[in-house]
Protein backbone atom coordinates (compact mmCIF):
# COMPACT_ATOMS: atom_id res chain seq x y z
CA UNK A 1 0.00 0.00 0.00
CA UNK A 2 2.79 2.26 0.59
CA UNK A 3 4.31 1.73 -3.01
CA UNK A 4 0.84 2.52 -4.33
CA UNK A 5 0.86 5.61 -2.14
CA UNK A 6 4.46 6.63 -4.09
CA UNK A 7 3.18 6.05 -7.77
CA UNK A 8 3.82 9.57 -9.41
CA UNK A 9 2.23 10.24 -12.76
CA UNK A 10 5.82 11.75 -14.08
CA UNK A 11 8.09 9.03 -12.84
CA UNK A 12 7.81 5.58 -14.14
CA UNK A 13 7.20 2.62 -11.72
CA UNK A 14 10.27 0.52 -11.60
CA UNK A 15 10.09 -2.91 -13.42
CA UNK A 16 10.40 -4.55 -9.83
CA UNK A 17 7.69 -2.93 -8.05
CA UNK A 18 4.99 -3.59 -11.30
CA UNK A 19 6.21 -7.16 -10.69
CA UNK A 20 5.07 -7.07 -7.23
CA UNK A 21 1.54 -5.02 -8.37
CA UNK A 22 0.73 -7.64 -10.68
CA UNK A 23 1.59 -10.45 -8.51
CA UNK A 24 -1.10 -9.53 -5.80
CA UNK A 25 -3.68 -9.61 -8.85
CA UNK A 26 -4.11 -12.84 -8.15
CA UNK A 27 -3.43 -12.79 -4.24
CA UNK A 28 -5.47 -15.06 -2.04
CA UNK A 29 -6.14 -11.79 0.45
CA UNK A 30 -8.89 -9.79 -0.73
CA UNK A 31 -7.03 -6.09 0.10
CA UNK A 32 -3.70 -7.16 -1.58
CA UNK A 33 -5.99 -7.88 -4.97
CA UNK A 34 -7.23 -4.35 -4.46
CA UNK A 35 -4.26 -2.78 -4.66
CA UNK A 36 -3.49 -4.42 -7.39
CA UNK A 37 -5.92 -3.70 -9.47
CA UNK A 38 -5.37 -0.12 -8.30
CA UNK A 39 -1.77 -0.04 -8.91
CA UNK A 40 -1.76 -1.37 -11.98
CA UNK A 41 -4.50 0.84 -13.39
CA UNK A 42 -2.06 3.54 -12.05
CA UNK A 43 0.95 1.86 -13.75
CA UNK A 44 -0.67 1.53 -17.38
CA UNK A 45 -1.74 5.39 -16.98
CA UNK A 46 1.96 6.28 -16.12
CA UNK A 47 2.52 3.66 -19.60
CA UNK A 48 0.76 5.46 -21.83
CA UNK A 49 2.09 5.92 -25.22
CA UNK A 50 1.78 9.49 -26.90
CA UNK A 51 -0.37 9.60 -30.08
CA UNK A 52 0.85 12.17 -32.27
CA UNK A 53 -2.00 15.06 -33.34
CA UNK A 54 -2.05 17.63 -36.51
CA UNK A 55 -4.30 20.03 -37.26
CA UNK A 56 -7.32 20.18 -39.65
CA UNK A 57 -9.99 22.51 -40.67
CA UNK A 58 -13.55 21.48 -40.06
CA UNK A 59 -14.76 23.71 -42.43
CA UNK A 60 -12.84 22.20 -45.13
CA UNK A 61 -14.05 18.99 -44.34
CA UNK A 62 -17.68 20.36 -44.28
CA UNK A 63 -17.35 22.13 -47.25
CA UNK A 64 -17.98 25.71 -46.23
CA UNK A 65 -16.50 29.58 -45.31
CA UNK A 66 -15.50 29.89 -41.86
CA UNK A 67 -17.38 32.56 -39.91
CA UNK A 68 -15.65 36.30 -39.40
CA UNK A 69 -14.07 36.49 -35.89
CA UNK A 70 -16.80 38.62 -35.05
CA UNK A 71 -19.58 37.10 -35.73
CA UNK A 72 -22.41 35.01 -33.64
CA UNK A 73 -22.35 31.46 -34.26
CA UNK A 74 -25.06 29.81 -33.52
CA UNK A 75 -25.78 26.71 -31.16
CA UNK A 76 -26.91 23.52 -32.39
CA UNK A 77 -26.51 21.45 -35.90
CA UNK A 78 -25.11 23.64 -38.34
CA UNK A 79 -23.40 23.18 -41.89
CA UNK A 80 -20.09 23.38 -40.73
CA UNK A 81 -20.95 20.10 -38.08
CA UNK A 82 -23.44 17.81 -39.86
CA UNK A 83 -20.34 15.74 -40.72
CA UNK A 84 -19.83 14.57 -37.42
CA UNK A 85 -23.58 13.11 -37.03
CA UNK A 86 -24.29 9.61 -37.13
CA UNK A 87 -26.72 7.79 -39.03
CA UNK A 88 -27.46 4.63 -40.16
CA UNK A 89 -26.20 4.98 -43.58
CA UNK A 90 -22.23 6.01 -42.41
CA UNK A 91 -20.93 2.95 -42.11
CA UNK A 92 -16.94 3.45 -41.28
CA UNK A 93 -16.17 -0.20 -41.38
CA UNK A 94 -17.40 -0.64 -45.07
CA UNK A 95 -13.55 -0.98 -45.81
CA UNK A 96 -10.13 0.14 -44.91
CA UNK A 97 -10.18 3.28 -47.65
CA UNK A 98 -13.16 4.69 -45.82
CA UNK A 99 -12.03 4.61 -42.45
CA UNK A 100 -8.95 6.17 -43.39
CA UNK A 101 -10.89 8.93 -45.14
CA UNK A 102 -13.23 9.43 -41.51
CA UNK A 103 -12.00 12.01 -39.14
CA UNK A 104 -13.26 11.08 -36.39
CA UNK A 105 -13.99 13.30 -33.12
CA UNK A 106 -14.43 11.57 -30.02
CA UNK A 107 -15.52 14.28 -27.55
CA UNK A 108 -19.42 15.20 -27.86
CA UNK A 109 -18.98 18.43 -26.70
CA UNK A 110 -16.83 20.06 -29.52
CA UNK A 111 -18.66 21.67 -32.85
CA UNK A 112 -21.90 21.97 -30.67
CA UNK A 113 -21.12 25.37 -29.77
CA UNK A 114 -18.70 26.55 -32.09
CA UNK A 115 -15.18 25.09 -32.67
CA UNK A 116 -12.06 25.70 -31.24
CA UNK A 117 -9.85 28.15 -33.15
CA UNK A 118 -7.07 25.59 -33.67
CA UNK A 119 -8.93 21.76 -33.69
CA UNK A 120 -6.96 18.76 -33.77
CA UNK A 121 -7.32 15.30 -34.76
CA UNK A 122 -5.17 11.78 -34.23
CA UNK A 123 -2.39 11.13 -37.20
CA UNK A 124 -3.06 8.35 -39.46
CA UNK A 125 -2.19 4.84 -37.85
CA UNK A 126 0.95 4.55 -39.87
CA UNK A 127 2.40 7.25 -37.58
CA UNK A 128 0.76 6.33 -34.05
CA UNK A 129 3.17 4.05 -31.58
CA UNK A 130 2.70 0.24 -32.23
CA UNK A 131 0.26 -1.09 -29.64
CA UNK A 132 0.60 -4.93 -30.66
CA UNK A 133 3.98 -5.95 -29.29
CA UNK A 134 5.83 -8.94 -28.33
CA UNK A 135 7.53 -9.10 -25.04
CA UNK A 136 10.98 -8.58 -26.94
CA UNK A 137 9.38 -5.40 -27.73
CA UNK A 138 8.01 -3.84 -24.85
CA UNK A 139 9.73 -1.55 -22.48
CA UNK A 140 11.30 -3.43 -19.66
CA UNK A 141 8.59 -1.57 -16.89
CA UNK A 142 5.92 -2.93 -19.51
CA UNK A 143 6.83 -6.35 -19.60
CA UNK A 144 5.96 -8.25 -16.29
CA UNK A 145 2.57 -7.19 -17.15
CA UNK A 146 2.35 -8.04 -20.73
CA UNK A 147 3.81 -11.47 -19.02
CA UNK A 148 1.32 -11.78 -16.58
CA UNK A 149 -1.59 -11.73 -19.02
CA UNK A 150 0.04 -13.98 -21.36
CA UNK A 151 -0.32 -16.96 -19.32
CA UNK A 152 -3.60 -18.62 -18.79
CA UNK A 153 -3.58 -19.86 -15.81
CA UNK A 154 -3.18 -16.27 -14.43
CA UNK A 155 -6.06 -15.09 -16.38
CA UNK A 156 -8.01 -17.69 -15.10
CA UNK A 157 -7.41 -17.09 -11.87
CA UNK A 158 -7.90 -13.39 -12.01
CA UNK A 159 -11.49 -13.89 -13.36
CA UNK A 160 -11.99 -16.47 -10.75
CA UNK A 161 -11.27 -13.96 -8.02
CA UNK A 162 -13.51 -11.19 -9.52
CA UNK A 163 -16.17 -13.00 -9.85
CA UNK A 164 -16.02 -13.29 -5.95
CA UNK A 165 -19.05 -11.90 -4.19
CA UNK A 166 -17.53 -9.46 -1.22
CA UNK A 167 -21.26 -7.84 -0.08
CA UNK A 168 -23.60 -10.22 -1.22
CA UNK A 169 -26.64 -7.81 -2.84
CA UNK A 170 -24.48 -4.59 -2.87
CA UNK A 171 -21.72 -5.47 -5.07
CA UNK A 172 -21.84 -2.92 -8.13
CA UNK A 173 -20.21 -2.49 -11.66
CA UNK A 174 -16.36 -1.42 -10.29
CA UNK A 175 -14.83 1.53 -11.91
CA UNK A 176 -11.24 0.14 -10.34
CA UNK A 177 -11.84 -2.57 -12.21
CA UNK A 178 -13.32 -1.23 -15.37
CA UNK A 179 -10.42 1.55 -15.62
CA UNK A 180 -7.63 -1.92 -15.30
CA UNK A 181 -9.58 -3.59 -18.44
CA UNK A 182 -9.62 0.21 -20.45
CA UNK A 183 -5.42 0.27 -19.47
CA UNK A 184 -4.85 -3.16 -20.81
CA UNK A 185 -6.52 -2.82 -23.75
CA UNK A 186 -5.24 0.95 -25.02
CA UNK A 187 -1.54 -0.27 -24.15
CA UNK A 188 -1.18 -3.74 -25.59
CA UNK A 189 -4.52 -3.90 -27.47
CA UNK A 190 -5.96 -7.50 -28.76
CA UNK A 191 -2.53 -9.03 -27.79
CA UNK A 192 -4.32 -10.45 -24.12
CA UNK A 193 -7.75 -10.88 -25.62
CA UNK A 194 -7.04 -15.00 -26.84
CA UNK A 195 -7.02 -16.05 -23.14
CA UNK A 196 -10.17 -13.47 -22.22
CA UNK A 197 -12.33 -14.57 -25.16
CA UNK A 198 -13.28 -17.76 -23.45
CA UNK A 199 -13.76 -15.94 -20.25
CA UNK A 200 -16.23 -13.38 -21.15
CA UNK A 201 -18.10 -16.06 -23.53
CA UNK A 202 -18.18 -18.03 -20.56
CA UNK A 203 -19.41 -15.42 -17.92
CA UNK A 204 -22.10 -13.67 -20.10
CA UNK A 205 -23.57 -17.29 -21.18
CA UNK A 206 -23.94 -17.70 -17.12
CA UNK A 207 -27.63 -17.67 -15.58
CA UNK A 208 -27.38 -19.71 -12.82
CA UNK A 209 -29.46 -18.38 -10.03
CA UNK A 210 -26.71 -18.37 -7.60
CA UNK A 211 -23.75 -16.59 -9.71
CA UNK A 212 -25.15 -15.03 -12.84
CA UNK A 213 -25.09 -11.74 -11.13
CA UNK A 214 -21.50 -11.56 -10.27
CA UNK A 215 -20.63 -13.72 -13.64
CA UNK A 216 -22.40 -10.75 -16.14
CA UNK A 217 -21.09 -7.73 -14.18
CA UNK A 218 -17.13 -9.05 -14.20
CA UNK A 219 -18.13 -9.81 -17.96
CA UNK A 220 -19.34 -6.16 -18.73
CA UNK A 221 -16.34 -4.90 -16.78
CA UNK A 222 -14.12 -5.98 -19.36
CA UNK A 223 -16.22 -5.40 -22.25
CA UNK A 224 -16.95 -1.69 -21.11
CA UNK A 225 -12.82 -1.58 -20.84
CA UNK A 226 -12.48 -2.81 -24.42
CA UNK A 227 -14.90 -0.51 -25.73
CA UNK A 228 -12.72 2.72 -23.89
CA UNK A 229 -9.37 0.51 -24.56
CA UNK A 230 -10.21 0.15 -28.09
CA UNK A 231 -9.71 4.32 -28.53
CA UNK A 232 -6.35 3.61 -31.13
CA UNK A 233 -7.06 0.27 -32.61
CA UNK A 234 -6.08 -0.14 -36.32
CA UNK A 235 -9.10 -0.55 -38.82
CA UNK A 236 -8.90 -4.45 -39.02
CA UNK A 237 -8.36 -5.16 -35.49
CA UNK A 238 -11.27 -3.05 -34.27
CA UNK A 239 -13.81 -4.60 -36.90
CA UNK A 240 -12.50 -8.06 -35.78
CA UNK A 241 -13.73 -7.11 -32.09
CA UNK A 242 -16.96 -6.12 -33.18
CA UNK A 243 -17.27 -9.28 -35.25
CA UNK A 244 -16.90 -11.45 -32.23
CA UNK A 245 -18.59 -9.42 -29.35
CA UNK A 246 -21.68 -8.52 -31.46
CA UNK A 247 -23.20 -12.04 -31.26
CA UNK A 248 -21.88 -12.65 -28.01
CA UNK A 249 -23.94 -9.44 -26.81
CA UNK A 250 -26.89 -10.07 -29.04
CA UNK A 251 -27.53 -13.27 -27.18
CA UNK A 252 -26.30 -11.98 -23.87
CA UNK A 253 -29.03 -9.06 -23.79
CA UNK A 254 -31.94 -11.64 -23.41
CA UNK A 255 -30.01 -12.77 -20.59
CA UNK A 256 -30.36 -9.68 -17.94
CA UNK A 257 -32.07 -9.98 -14.48
CA UNK A 258 -32.89 -8.02 -11.83
CA UNK A 259 -29.82 -8.53 -10.04
CA UNK A 260 -27.70 -7.25 -12.96
CA UNK A 261 -29.86 -4.35 -14.80
CA UNK A 262 -28.24 -1.52 -13.20
CA UNK A 263 -24.66 -3.29 -14.49
CA UNK A 264 -25.55 -3.20 -17.75
CA UNK A 265 -26.92 0.12 -18.28
CA UNK A 266 -23.49 1.17 -15.85
CA UNK A 267 -21.54 -0.59 -19.04
CA UNK A 268 -23.07 0.66 -22.20
CA UNK A 269 -23.25 4.04 -20.50
CA UNK A 270 -19.58 3.93 -19.81
CA UNK A 271 -18.34 2.52 -23.11
CA UNK A 272 -20.48 5.14 -25.20
CA UNK A 273 -18.62 8.24 -22.71
CA UNK A 274 -16.62 10.39 -25.09
CA UNK A 275 -16.31 7.90 -28.11
CA UNK A 276 -17.29 9.35 -31.57
CA UNK A 277 -20.68 7.03 -32.70
CA UNK A 278 -19.30 6.12 -35.92
CA UNK A 279 -16.76 3.98 -34.72
CA UNK A 280 -19.29 1.97 -32.22
CA UNK A 281 -21.85 1.66 -35.37
CA UNK A 282 -22.00 -2.33 -35.07
CA UNK A 283 -23.15 -1.81 -31.33
CA UNK A 284 -25.63 1.26 -31.87
CA UNK A 285 -27.26 -1.13 -34.34
CA UNK A 286 -27.22 -3.81 -32.38
CA UNK A 287 -28.80 -1.84 -29.59
CA UNK A 288 -31.77 -0.74 -31.86
CA UNK A 289 -32.74 -4.07 -33.19
CA UNK A 290 -36.54 -4.52 -32.03
CA UNK A 291 -35.91 -3.76 -28.19
CA UNK A 292 -39.45 -4.42 -27.84
CA UNK A 293 -39.38 -8.42 -29.30
CA UNK A 294 -41.06 -9.68 -26.26
CA UNK A 295 -38.25 -12.28 -25.54
CA UNK A 296 -38.03 -12.38 -21.94
CA UNK A 297 -40.91 -10.55 -21.34
CA UNK A 298 -42.03 -7.54 -20.46
CA UNK A 299 -38.62 -7.06 -18.18
CA UNK A 300 -36.71 -7.67 -21.09
CA UNK A 301 -38.33 -5.25 -23.25
CA UNK A 302 -38.04 -2.38 -20.15
CA UNK A 303 -34.32 -3.68 -19.91
CA UNK A 304 -33.63 -3.74 -23.37
CA UNK A 305 -34.84 -0.37 -23.49
CA UNK A 306 -32.64 1.19 -20.43
CA UNK A 307 -29.76 -0.50 -22.16
CA UNK A 308 -30.33 1.69 -25.24
CA UNK A 309 -31.38 4.66 -23.37
CA UNK A 310 -27.95 4.88 -21.17
CA UNK A 311 -26.07 4.35 -24.32
CA UNK A 312 -27.70 7.79 -26.68
CA UNK A 313 -27.75 9.69 -23.75
CA UNK A 314 -24.44 9.87 -23.69
CA UNK A 315 -24.11 10.76 -27.16
CA UNK A 316 -26.23 13.73 -27.27
CA UNK A 317 -26.92 15.81 -30.42
CA UNK A 318 -24.62 13.51 -32.43
CA UNK A 319 -27.78 11.13 -32.96
CA UNK A 320 -30.52 12.64 -33.93
CA UNK A 321 -31.43 10.18 -36.75
CA UNK A 322 -31.46 7.31 -34.44
CA UNK A 323 -33.83 9.18 -31.96
CA UNK A 324 -35.87 10.04 -35.13
CA UNK A 325 -36.02 6.05 -36.39
CA UNK A 326 -36.59 4.86 -32.23
CA UNK A 327 -39.36 7.40 -32.29
CA UNK A 328 -41.10 6.04 -34.88
CA UNK A 329 -40.46 2.79 -33.94
CA UNK A 330 -42.00 3.58 -30.28
CA UNK A 331 -45.30 5.22 -31.13
CA UNK A 332 -47.63 1.60 -31.43
CA UNK A 333 -45.89 1.12 -28.22
CA UNK A 334 -46.70 4.06 -26.04
CA UNK A 335 -50.55 1.57 -25.38
CA UNK A 336 -48.16 -1.42 -23.86
CA UNK A 337 -50.79 -3.49 -21.43
CA UNK A 338 -47.38 -3.52 -18.79
CA UNK A 339 -46.87 -0.88 -16.48
CA UNK A 340 -42.59 -1.33 -16.26
CA UNK A 341 -42.76 -1.13 -20.03
CA UNK A 342 -44.77 2.55 -20.61
CA UNK A 343 -42.85 3.90 -17.67
CA UNK A 344 -39.38 2.67 -19.48
CA UNK A 345 -41.22 4.27 -22.54
CA UNK A 346 -41.88 7.18 -20.87
CA UNK A 347 -38.58 7.67 -19.52
CA UNK A 348 -37.10 7.40 -22.73
CA UNK A 349 -39.32 9.99 -24.27
CA UNK A 350 -37.10 12.95 -22.31
CA UNK A 351 -34.60 11.92 -23.99
CA UNK A 352 -35.91 11.98 -27.26
CA UNK A 353 -36.95 15.58 -26.89
CA UNK A 354 -33.91 16.10 -24.67
CA UNK A 355 -32.66 18.88 -27.33
CA UNK A 356 -35.92 20.42 -28.39
CA UNK A 357 -35.71 23.56 -26.56
CA UNK A 358 -35.44 27.42 -27.69
CA UNK A 359 -32.52 29.46 -27.76
CA UNK A 360 -31.86 33.13 -29.12
CA UNK A 361 -29.00 32.04 -30.45
CA UNK A 362 -29.66 28.48 -31.66
CA UNK A 363 -30.60 26.79 -35.00
CA UNK A 364 -33.69 24.74 -35.47
CA UNK A 365 -33.01 21.04 -34.16
CA UNK A 366 -32.85 18.00 -36.53
CA UNK A 367 -34.21 15.93 -33.19
CA UNK A 368 -38.00 14.87 -32.73
CA UNK A 369 -39.95 18.18 -31.68
CA UNK A 370 -42.27 17.93 -28.86
CA UNK A 371 -44.73 19.59 -31.34
CA UNK A 372 -45.22 17.16 -33.47
CA UNK A 373 -45.59 14.48 -30.84
CA UNK A 374 -48.17 16.27 -28.93
CA UNK A 375 -50.36 17.00 -32.01
CA UNK A 376 -50.08 13.35 -32.54
CA UNK A 377 -51.13 11.82 -28.52
CA UNK A 378 -53.76 14.54 -27.53
CA UNK A 379 -56.24 13.72 -29.90
CA UNK A 380 -56.19 10.27 -28.85
CA UNK A 381 -56.71 11.33 -25.22
CA UNK A 382 -59.68 13.62 -25.23
CA UNK A 383 -61.61 10.73 -24.37
CA UNK A 384 -60.46 10.87 -20.97
CA UNK A 385 -62.25 14.44 -20.54
CA UNK A 386 -65.64 12.45 -20.08
CA UNK A 387 -66.14 11.24 -16.96
CA UNK A 388 -65.88 7.16 -16.67
CA UNK A 389 -69.47 7.22 -15.12
CA UNK A 390 -71.29 9.62 -17.87
CA UNK A 391 -68.46 7.11 -20.92
CA UNK A 392 -70.34 4.57 -19.58
CA UNK A 393 -73.66 5.46 -20.11
CA UNK A 394 -73.10 7.04 -23.40
CA UNK A 395 -71.76 3.27 -24.18
CA UNK A 396 -74.58 1.45 -23.72
CA UNK A 397 -76.81 4.34 -25.48
CA UNK A 398 -78.39 5.56 -22.73
CA UNK A 399 -78.95 9.43 -22.15
CA UNK A 400 -75.72 11.30 -20.48
CA UNK A 401 -75.74 12.41 -17.02
CA UNK A 402 -76.42 15.92 -16.71
CA UNK A 403 -74.40 18.41 -14.68
CA UNK A 404 -77.60 19.03 -12.55
CA UNK A 405 -76.99 15.88 -11.08
CA UNK A 406 -73.20 16.69 -10.17
CA UNK A 407 -74.68 19.63 -8.66
CA UNK A 408 -77.27 17.97 -6.50
CA UNK A 409 -74.61 15.70 -4.73
CA UNK A 410 -73.08 18.95 -3.57
CA UNK A 411 -72.42 17.95 0.31
CA UNK A 412 -70.36 14.58 -0.78
CA UNK A 413 -68.45 16.89 -4.11
CA UNK A 414 -67.65 19.35 -1.45
CA UNK A 415 -65.66 16.50 0.91
CA UNK A 416 -64.26 15.23 -2.49
CA UNK A 417 -63.10 19.02 -3.07
CA UNK A 418 -61.16 19.04 -0.10
CA UNK A 419 -59.55 15.36 -0.71
CA UNK A 420 -58.34 16.83 -3.99
CA UNK A 421 -56.51 19.82 -2.79
CA UNK A 422 -54.99 18.22 0.44
CA UNK A 423 -53.74 15.08 -1.97
CA UNK A 424 -52.19 17.72 -4.41
CA UNK A 425 -50.94 20.02 -1.97
CA UNK A 426 -49.45 17.06 0.00
CA UNK A 427 -47.51 15.97 -3.58
CA UNK A 428 -46.48 18.61 -3.98
CA UNK A 429 -44.93 19.76 -0.76
CA UNK A 430 -44.52 17.02 1.22
CA UNK A 431 -43.86 13.77 -1.39
CA UNK A 432 -41.52 15.72 -3.27
CA UNK A 433 -43.45 14.56 -6.51
CA UNK A 434 -41.40 16.79 -9.18
CA UNK A 435 -39.97 14.51 -11.22
CA UNK A 436 -41.23 11.44 -9.81
CA UNK A 437 -39.15 9.33 -12.23
CA UNK A 438 -39.04 5.44 -12.99
CA UNK A 439 -35.87 4.04 -11.21
CA UNK A 440 -33.80 1.22 -12.88
CA UNK A 441 -34.94 -0.95 -10.62
CA UNK A 442 -38.67 -0.24 -12.13
CA UNK A 443 -38.21 -2.66 -15.10
CA UNK A 444 -38.00 -5.56 -12.20
CA UNK A 445 -41.59 -5.07 -11.04
CA UNK A 446 -42.20 -8.31 -12.90
CA UNK A 447 -45.07 -8.66 -15.22
CA UNK A 448 -47.66 -7.39 -13.61
CA UNK A 449 -50.41 -7.16 -16.14
CA UNK A 450 -52.48 -4.38 -15.24
CA UNK A 451 -54.86 -5.15 -18.50
CA UNK A 452 -55.08 -8.78 -19.04
CA UNK A 453 -55.33 -7.92 -23.01
CA UNK A 454 -51.81 -8.31 -24.01
CA UNK A 455 -53.25 -8.09 -27.87
CA UNK A 456 -54.00 -4.82 -27.72
CA UNK A 457 -50.13 -4.07 -27.13
CA UNK A 458 -49.28 -2.21 -30.24
CA UNK A 459 -52.84 -0.90 -30.67
CA UNK A 460 -53.71 3.30 -31.10
CA UNK A 461 -57.12 3.57 -31.53
CA UNK A 462 -58.65 6.68 -32.33
CA UNK A 463 -60.73 8.60 -29.91
CA UNK A 464 -64.64 8.17 -29.35
CA UNK A 465 -66.64 10.19 -32.24
CA UNK A 466 -69.86 9.02 -31.37
CA UNK A 467 -71.96 8.59 -28.58
CA UNK A 468 -72.33 5.30 -28.65
CA UNK A 469 -70.40 2.34 -29.34
CA UNK A 470 -70.98 -1.67 -30.02
CA UNK A 471 -71.79 -2.95 -26.84
CA UNK A 472 -69.28 -5.98 -27.62
CA UNK A 473 -66.34 -3.99 -26.73
CA UNK A 474 -67.24 -2.65 -23.51
CA UNK A 475 -66.70 -4.40 -20.67
CA UNK A 476 -68.18 -5.19 -17.08
CA UNK A 477 -67.68 -1.55 -15.83
CA UNK A 478 -68.83 -0.03 -18.89
CA UNK A 479 -65.44 1.21 -20.32
CA UNK A 480 -65.05 0.56 -24.63
CA UNK A 481 -61.40 -0.31 -25.70
CA UNK A 482 -60.98 3.17 -26.87
CA UNK A 483 -60.88 4.29 -23.64
CA UNK A 484 -58.97 1.32 -22.27
CA UNK A 485 -56.17 2.34 -24.78
CA UNK A 486 -56.60 6.36 -23.94
CA UNK A 487 -55.75 5.10 -20.35
CA UNK A 488 -52.85 3.47 -21.49
CA UNK A 489 -51.71 6.25 -23.51
CA UNK A 490 -52.27 8.68 -21.31
CA UNK A 491 -49.82 6.80 -18.21
CA UNK A 492 -47.21 7.19 -20.58
CA UNK A 493 -47.52 10.00 -21.36
CA UNK A 494 -47.58 11.56 -17.60
CA UNK A 495 -43.92 9.54 -17.04
CA UNK A 496 -43.02 11.76 -19.94
CA UNK A 497 -44.53 14.74 -18.53
CA UNK A 498 -43.08 13.94 -15.31
CA UNK A 499 -39.34 13.23 -16.01
CA UNK A 500 -39.45 16.41 -18.51
CA UNK A 501 -39.48 18.81 -15.02
CA UNK A 502 -36.65 17.55 -13.73
CA UNK A 503 -34.24 15.94 -16.76
CA UNK A 504 -34.69 18.35 -19.59
CA UNK A 505 -33.49 21.74 -20.43
CA UNK A 506 -36.84 23.73 -20.86
CA UNK A 507 -39.42 22.96 -17.79
CA UNK A 508 -42.59 23.23 -19.10
CA UNK A 509 -43.44 23.95 -22.74
CA UNK A 510 -46.42 25.45 -24.27
CA UNK A 511 -47.72 22.50 -25.93
CA UNK A 512 -48.12 20.79 -22.18
CA UNK A 513 -50.85 23.17 -21.08
CA UNK A 514 -52.83 21.60 -23.79
CA UNK A 515 -53.35 18.02 -21.63
CA UNK A 516 -53.70 20.22 -18.06
CA UNK A 517 -58.10 19.84 -19.07
CA UNK A 518 -57.48 16.01 -19.65
CA UNK A 519 -55.05 15.95 -16.53
CA UNK A 520 -57.34 17.52 -14.15
CA UNK A 521 -60.20 15.67 -15.18
CA UNK A 522 -58.36 12.86 -13.86
CA UNK A 523 -59.53 13.59 -10.81
CA UNK A 524 -62.85 12.28 -11.08
CA UNK A 525 -61.10 8.93 -11.65
CA UNK A 526 -62.56 6.01 -9.26
CA UNK A 527 -61.62 3.35 -10.72
CA UNK A 528 -58.27 3.58 -11.33
CA UNK A 529 -55.97 4.68 -8.18
CA UNK A 530 -52.72 4.59 -10.40
CA UNK A 531 -54.19 7.19 -13.20
CA UNK A 532 -55.34 9.70 -10.33
CA UNK A 533 -52.73 9.42 -8.54
CA UNK A 534 -50.13 9.83 -11.46
CA UNK A 535 -51.79 13.06 -12.74
CA UNK A 536 -52.14 14.61 -9.35
CA UNK A 537 -48.30 13.70 -9.66
CA UNK A 538 -47.94 15.44 -13.32
CA UNK A 539 -49.99 18.45 -11.89
CA UNK A 540 -47.99 18.91 -8.62
CA UNK A 541 -44.59 19.26 -11.25
CA UNK A 542 -46.31 21.54 -14.02
CA UNK A 543 -47.81 23.63 -10.60
CA UNK A 544 -43.94 24.05 -9.35
CA UNK A 545 -42.58 24.50 -13.19
CA UNK A 546 -41.01 27.98 -13.79
CA UNK A 547 -43.71 29.49 -16.16
CA UNK A 548 -42.27 31.43 -19.04
CA UNK A 549 -44.09 35.00 -19.26
CA UNK A 550 -44.76 34.39 -23.58
CA UNK A 551 -46.35 31.16 -22.03
CA UNK A 552 -48.92 32.95 -19.32
CA UNK A 553 -51.72 33.37 -21.73
CA UNK A 554 -51.55 29.68 -22.78
CA UNK A 555 -52.04 28.68 -19.53
CA UNK A 556 -54.56 30.96 -18.81
CA UNK A 557 -56.98 29.26 -21.75
CA UNK A 558 -55.93 25.67 -20.43
CA UNK A 559 -57.71 26.98 -16.90
CA UNK A 560 -60.86 28.31 -18.69
CA UNK A 561 -61.05 24.62 -20.42
CA UNK A 562 -60.99 23.29 -17.48
CA UNK A 563 -63.17 25.97 -15.60
CA UNK A 564 -65.80 24.77 -18.30
CA UNK A 565 -65.89 21.05 -17.84
CA UNK A 566 -68.94 19.55 -16.28
CA UNK A 567 -66.88 17.34 -13.45
CA UNK A 568 -66.83 19.64 -10.39
CA UNK A 569 -63.59 17.50 -9.21
CA UNK A 570 -61.57 18.99 -12.23
CA UNK A 571 -63.03 22.53 -11.61
CA UNK A 572 -61.66 22.04 -7.88
CA UNK A 573 -57.81 20.62 -8.14
CA UNK A 574 -57.43 23.46 -10.73
CA UNK A 575 -57.72 25.88 -7.98
CA UNK A 576 -54.69 23.91 -6.12
CA UNK A 577 -52.53 24.07 -8.77
CA UNK A 578 -53.30 27.58 -9.48
CA UNK A 579 -52.27 28.49 -5.80
CA UNK A 580 -49.32 26.57 -6.02
CA UNK A 581 -48.18 27.67 -9.56
CA UNK A 582 -48.79 31.92 -8.85
CA UNK A 583 -46.99 31.07 -5.48
CA UNK A 584 -44.06 29.23 -7.46
CA UNK A 585 -44.16 32.64 -9.87
CA UNK A 586 -45.28 35.09 -8.39
CA UNK A 587 -43.23 37.87 -9.93
CA UNK A 588 -43.97 36.78 -13.13
CA UNK A 589 -48.12 36.51 -12.70
CA UNK A 590 -47.86 39.82 -11.45
CA UNK A 591 -46.01 41.24 -14.23
CA UNK A 592 -49.17 39.73 -16.27
CA UNK A 593 -52.05 41.42 -13.64
CA UNK A 594 -54.08 42.37 -16.47
CA UNK A 595 -53.87 39.39 -18.20
CA UNK A 596 -54.72 37.58 -15.20
CA UNK A 597 -57.58 39.64 -14.88
Not at 131 to 143: F, I, M, Q
Not at 248 to 274: K, P, Y
Amino acid sequence: EMLLYLTRHDVLTPEGAVRLFTKNLISDSLKMRKIGICAVSAVLKQQKRKHPKEEFDPYEIAGCEKPRPEELVPMGVREDNKWLLYTKESNVFESQEVWDKTTFVEKTHWAYSRWPKVMYKYCSADKQPTLGRSLSEVRKEESPILEFFQVAENVEQLIKHLTLEENKGKDKFSSSTFMLWKGLFRSFDDTILPHLKPQVETLLADTKHDTHEISQRCALEIIAGMIRGCKHWTYSKMKTMWEWIIPILRSALNNITVESIGDWGTCFATAFESRDPRKLSPLIELLMEDPLSGDGGSFGDSSRLYVLQGALAQQEWRVAEPLHRLLKYLTPYLTHPYKNVRDRLGSFLVNLFMYDFPSANATQTNCPLVTDFTKMVLPELQILKQPLAEHSENTNGKKPISATKTDSSKGKNDKNESSSRQDLEMSVLEKGAVGKESKESSAAQGDNDEHKNISNSANTASPVETSTVDTSTVDGNGESEERKTAVKLCKTVMKWLQGSHTRMFRTCWTEFYEFLPILCQLESETKDDELRTEGLHCLACMAQSLVDPANVPHLLDAVKQVLELDSWHARTVILGYLQIMVFSNLFVMSSHRDTVR
